[in-house]
């Protein structure tokens, strides 16, 4: 099964960079954002490949990830910051893979612990794209993925309990191959909310309404629900077409 959605991920990044070439919403000279995982890693090796074959040009990207940045160093591909007088705090284009996707096109994004970047270059890109394979559409969000929750890490536990008044239950993430909490390219901590489904087995949810409220604590940075850009959405299926949405 891992490898299947291995190869729609492949699948989904590389034809969306071709369409949207095709299409004319990725062409030269542009200012473009590239996400970070493991759906926006091959979209990031195909713009290098259409660079590379001359299809492309003078590329100026920006970087969600310090994972990002050095496959774009590796690749040849000119990496600014927002600030840089060549982005001057806007995109042409940002393209990045997404954790959950709903019907109405809301994400969840974040399992990577760049959400915070991610977002920053999201909201500022005038196409905001994304590639995903088939798992990643869901009927609702925040009751089988968690929601990540970047925080200020003095604030923890008040933050939690008012996570909790929202229905959310949070846990602090935990490091891989390391003892203690995930730390941040921002240096903080990330909370994971997941919510219980209701009597129907759907999401209780309104991402929109939601993303502003949790922004509304203080101590949050940031968190994973993406509602207020709403993204062209090109998700893989069975490994043969890939769905454009």
């Not at 602090?172 to 901590?189: F, H, M, Q, S």
């Amino acid at each position: 099964m891992k490898s299947d959605l291995g190869e729609e991920k492949k699948l989904a990044a590389e034809f969306a960079v071709d369409d949207l070439i095709k299409k004319g919403l990725i062409f030269s000279g542009m200012k473009i954002g590239l996400g970070t995982g493991s759906t926006a890693m091959p979209a990031v090796r195909r713009l290098a490949e259409r660079i590379k074959d001359g299809t492309l040009s003078q590329i100026k990207a920006v970087a969600t990830s310090f994972q990002t940045t050095i496959e774009c160093e590796n690749l040849g591909i000119p990496v600014f910051s927002m600030n840089a007088r060549e982005i001057n705090g806007s995109l042409d284009l940002a393209i990045d893979g997404a954790d959950e996707i709903s019907p109405d096109k809301h994400l969840i994004k974040g399992g990577g612990a760049a959400l915070l970047l991610e977002k920053i270059i999201a909201y500022n890109a005038g196409t905001f794209v994304i590639v995903a394979d088939s798992s990643k559409a869901v009927d609702g969000l925040g009751i089988k993925f968690p929601l990540p929750v970047e925080i200020i890490p003095e604030a923890r536990t008040s933050i939690i309990r008012r996570l909790e008044s929202l229905g959310a239950k949070p846990t602090l993430r935990e490091g891989v191959r390391k003892a203690g909490p995930v730390i941040t390219d921002n240096g903080n901590l990330i909370l994971d909310c997941l919510w219980e489904a209701d009597e129907n087995g759907r999401s209780p949810l309104n991402p929109a309404e939601m993303e502003k409220l949790i922004n509304g604590i203080t101590g949050v940075v940031e968190n994973g629900f993406f509602t207020c850009n709403v993204p062209i959405v090109y998700i893989a299926e069975n490994r043969e077409k890939v769905q454009v949405r």
